[in-house]
């Protein structure tokens, strides 16, 4: 949204309040406000926000808390309703710098205490962001209510905030909060009065509350669930957290309740011994699936031990693991690691747990669900092993563990335990793509976060320990990659197929090419979704990522180090010369006086002659002339090897109207001179100052010409004659060797020079509405992982956070992260069907040995083939690939499989899956 005309007012956030209730007593408008943004919350709509608020909802079932500041003091306001889709879109977010319009100051007159907050109605972006290196010491304004103080939203009856993006993480301090503390008695649980779960299972009907003690280990934690509705804001607390709780007897359910949830979900690590009193026990959930503890000798038990915090009070202590009594004969945590060689093997849904080293982390993607307006959030990550060269694929979705989520990237250690595996048969071939996906009870944990959990005793971790300390470890570490688009498992090649795997929905859902731009419009930040388009192909761009050049640069530096070499043997040739070109004027001398002696000869005999014939005569004798010494160039054309260096010499330096030209070949020396880059580089500014630009117009090379600097010619010994050439036979010798050190150490710097390659298929109108792609994210290509860039990695992993976390020292980004090399993309035109609209999309063609997958690299390397099956034939290399030829693809009707993501505001990216033939 662009600035407001109006010139915006410097208003105290202290004196906000006061500002606002006079201009609405005054009936005058405030002028616009500007400030920082500190946090956005979100939370449910109340039962009476519209009488609370006096704004309608409409169809929005959030509502948005907005901390904001200029600086000093910060203040916490309502954000309406229609202003939703500024954070949807992630346009307003925490670090944003805007100017708030249209402030109202709000009332609540159903309350005794008469609190009132500020409704922001209307508002405008700057540019710049904001940053602190402390944000929370940001003091609220000095007359602040305790709505605007506490972690509690401002309207409703709610007593929590919500996560930003899902459902399922913890968010807010109250989930820090930590009740029940342990017991510090020297022994508080000896001759403890306890029930086994198999009793307590068959005679809790006819017992008398309170039941009695319960002692168990955590076998497992669901991640958990959220139930809250809008409009119903009875209960402050609307969560639900399910553990597996087992003793020496067998196993049951401990269900927490409302606000027992955020005090004890966190202390419930699996592993952890409680001791549970005052619960109610009831009969357990009929549709509810059990999870599968690997613990095949304890008796799954139908009961539910409920955990709440009021009638009655429930009261669960974590026993220290000092404390444990071993006659309590507790089970222990038991794990199934399936390692990368065994997977393949597995059956198909088999409940297992992994662990390997993390090679590919991406990006969170949002997926709408079906029933509700709610999304899931899921990651792709790989691992690897000792047993197996081809990563375990994971599928992670949110564990209510946004601590570890955050902090996996590449190289590190990832645990992943109660992962179902997913078995995918695609195509005619039933090709099977096998990977692991998360259940409700998965637990994730990566390096820092190991802790004394049960499976470090475990013999797979013992092994991969043993692994990472190898070289083969170390290369792949230094090979992971991070963000990028992926999906998995691939699409299958043909049009048939892909509409066989949809299952019931045979037909598949082709949007209209003109209705792409709604589609793209409505989606949220960080969601995926898929398209399905058909049109023909009208214009195909090929562009080679600049780590391609990068690429050649490194191979040129290589080849000129090699040249040292192969100069230095040419040098001893040149000094042979030089001792020939000695013994040649030691002859020219002697046959210069010998023909002096004959023109006296001749010049006395000679009788008076015409002067026609006397003229013929001379020009028929060329004769060097005697008023150049033997530094002149008339005796180059007496000595064949002279010719021959100054030949050599013209061929490597040229000079043309711009300039000597530093790309050319040397048949004699065998080797080629690469073009230096404009681009500048630490440390060479001594050269820089020497360089002249000009163009490569005489280089054999078909690429697109480069503009090079390069040192000026200059004469290596004595003095230059009129015309600019230079005396002296050294000139031809020393003189070229002296240009060829120069060149050799001239290094091809970095260059961004423009490597686009075209085919315009059909001509498109240029009143013809188009939708461009833009400049592409700095995730849309996966990023190489360095140690250095750690902390680069996972803050540009992360969804962006609810509040403003505080500054980075570093000026990194993401982009001075790497890209693999074999990252190249294509930008494919799209014309629809009724030729009315034009779309672009990125298509990235998956290469072998890539971490991304395709369905097949056995095709015939056609342009079309390699779009139906996601990538490249069979040992084709980066400079293979290139543009079709426009016969190839005219008036080829396409059915295009796209995958859409969101970046945030109209950031959109819209990346090519599959295209197929329509047949």
Not at 508 to 532: D, F, I, M, Q, W
Request: proline share 7%; charged share 25%.
């Amino acid at each position: 949204m662009s600035e407001s005309f109006v010139e915006p007012q410097d208003v105290l956030i202290a004196e906000l309040k006061e500002r606002v209730r006079q201009a609405e007593r005054q009936r005058q408008p405030l002028a616009p406000v500007p400030a920082s943004v500190l946090a956005v919350h979100r939370y449910l709509v109340g039962s009476d926000f519209e009488g609370e608020t006096g704004e309608d909802p409409g169809e929005e079932q959030n509502v948005f808390d907005v901390v904001v500041t200029d600086g000093l003091h910060k203040i916490k306001c309502l954000l309406s309703p229609k202003l939703n889709h500024l954070v949807h879109r992630n346009e307003l977010c925490a670090g944003c710098q805007v100017t708030l319009h249209d402030l109202t100051l709000r009332y609540n007159e159903g309350d005794v205490r008469g609190d009132s907050f500020i409704i922001i109605k209307d508002v405008k972006f700057r540019t710049g962001s904001f940053s602190s290196d402390d944000p929370g010491a940001i003091p609220h304004w000095s007359n602040a209510l305790p709505p605007e103080t506490d972690h509690h939203p401002l309207t409703g009856r709610w007593g929590h905030y919500l996560p930003l993006w899902n459902n399922e993480d913890p968010c807010g301090e109250q989930w820090e909060q930590q009740e029940g503390e342990e017991d510090e008695n020297n022994d508080p649980y000896a001759d403890l009065d306890r029930m086994e779960l198999n009793k307590l299972a068959s005679k809790y009907k006819t017992m008398s509350r309170p039941y009695p003690v319960v002692v168990g280990r955590v076998l497992a934690r669901a991640r958990v669930h959220y139930y809250g509705k809008p409009g119903r804001d009875k209960k402050k607390w609307t969560y639900q957290g399910y553990i597996e709780l087992g003793d020496s007897s067998g196993t049951a359910s401990m269900v927490l309740w409302g606000s027992t949830v955020p005090a004890l979900y966190k202390k419930l690590e699996v592993g952890a011994v409680v001791k549970v009193e005052n619960y109610t026990v009831r009969h357990s959930f009929a549709l509810r699936s059990r999870p599968d503890l690997h613990n095949n000798q304890l008796p799954c038990l139908n009961i539910e031990l409920n955990i709440n915090s009021r009638k009655p009070a429930a009261v669960v202590t974590v026993v220290p693991s000092n404390q444990v009594d071993p006659a309590w004969d507790l089970p222990d945590v038991k794990y199934k690691f399936v390692r990368g060689v065994e997977l393949a093997t597995t059956e198909d849904q088999a409940i297992v747990d992994v662990v390997g080293l993390s090679t590919f982390v991406g990006r969170w993607e949002r997926l709408r669900r079906p029933t509700c307006p709610q999304f899931w959030q899921s990651r792709w990550v790989h691992v690897m092993d000792q047993t197996s060269t081809k990563p375990v694929v994971l599928q992670l979705f949110a564990t209510s563990q946004p601590g570890i989520h955050d902090n996996i990237t590449a190289g590190h250690i990832v645990v992943a335990t109660h992962m179902r595996v997913m078995q995918s048969t695609v195509g005619r071939e039933k090709k099977k793509f096998v990977y692991l996906t998360t259940t409700r009870e998965s637990q994730v944990y990566t390096t820092g976060f190991h802790g004394s959990h049960g499976y470090r005793t475990e013999q797979a971790l013992h092994d991969l320990a043993d692994w990472l300390q190898s070289g083969k470890a170390r290369q792949c570490a230094l090979s992971a990659v991070i963000g990028g688009c992926y999906g998995y498992p691939p699409l299958p090649p043909t049009l048939e197929e892909y509409k066989a795997g949809l299952g019931q929905e045979k037909d598949v859902k082709v949007t209209p090419l003109h209705h792409l731009p709604a589609e793209l419009s409505s989606l949220h930040y960080c969601e995926g979704k898929r398209v399905v388009v058909q049109g023909t192909i009208a214009m195909v761009t090929y562009r080679p990522h600049p780590q391609e050049d990068r690429e050649q640069q490194q191979n040129n530096r290589q080849e000129r180090q090699n040249n040292r070499g192969q100069l230095q043997n040419d040098r001893e040739p040149l000094q042979n010369s030089r001792e020939q070109l000695q013994n040649e004027r030691e002859q020219l001398q002697n046959s210069r006086e010998l023909l002096q002696n004959e023109r006296e000869g001749l010049q006395n005999d000679r009788t008076v002659q015409n002067g026609a014939h006397l003229a013929a005569l001379t020009s028929t004798k060329p004769v060097p002339s005697t008023s150049h010494d033997l530094s002149s160039s008339d005796e180059d054309i007496f000595s064949p090897v002279s010719t021959r260096l100054r030949s050599r010499s013209q061929e490597r330096s040229p000079v043309t109207e711009g300039g000597p030209v530093t790309r050319a070949r040397s048949k004699d020396m065998d080797f080629e001179w690469q073009p230096v880059s404009l681009l500048k580089r630490r440390g060479r500014k001594d050269m820089r100052k020497a360089a002249r630009v000009f163009e490569d117009s005489e280089s054999e090379d078909t690429g697109p010409k480069r503009k090079v600097k390069r040192r000026q010619r200059r004469p290596a010994h004595g003095p230059t004659d009129g015309r600019g050439g230079s005396s002296g036979q050294q000139e031809s010798a020393g003189g070229l060797s002296e240009e060829m050190n120069i060149d050799i150490e001239l290094e091809p710097l970095r260059e961004e020079t423009d490597q686009t390659m075209t085919v315009n298929v059909t001509q498109l109108p240029p009143a013809l509405p188009r939708l461009t792609t833009g400049r592409l994210h700095p995730l849309t290509t996966p990023r190489v992982w360095q140690p250095r860039h750690s902390d680069l990695a996972r803050e540009a992993l992360r969804l962006q956070p609810s509040e403003l976390r505080p500054a980075r020292q570093d000026n990194s980004k993401v982009e001075d992260m790497p890209v693999p090399n074999e990252e190249s993309y294509y930008i494919i035109t799209l014309l629809g069907l009724n030729n009315d609209v034009a779309v672009d999309m990125l298509f990235f063609p998956v290469r072998h040995g890539a971490h991304r997958t395709a369905y097949s690299h056995d095709h015939d390397g056609s342009f079309l083939a390699m779009l139906e099956n996601g990538g490249v034939a069979k040992d084709t290399e980066v400079t293979d690939l290139g543009l079709p030829a426009p016969e190839e693809v005219l008036d080829v009707r396409l059915v295009c499989v796209l995958d859409c993501f969101s970046h945030g505001g109209d950031n959109v990216e819209l990346v090519l899956n599959r295209a197929y033939r329509v047949r």
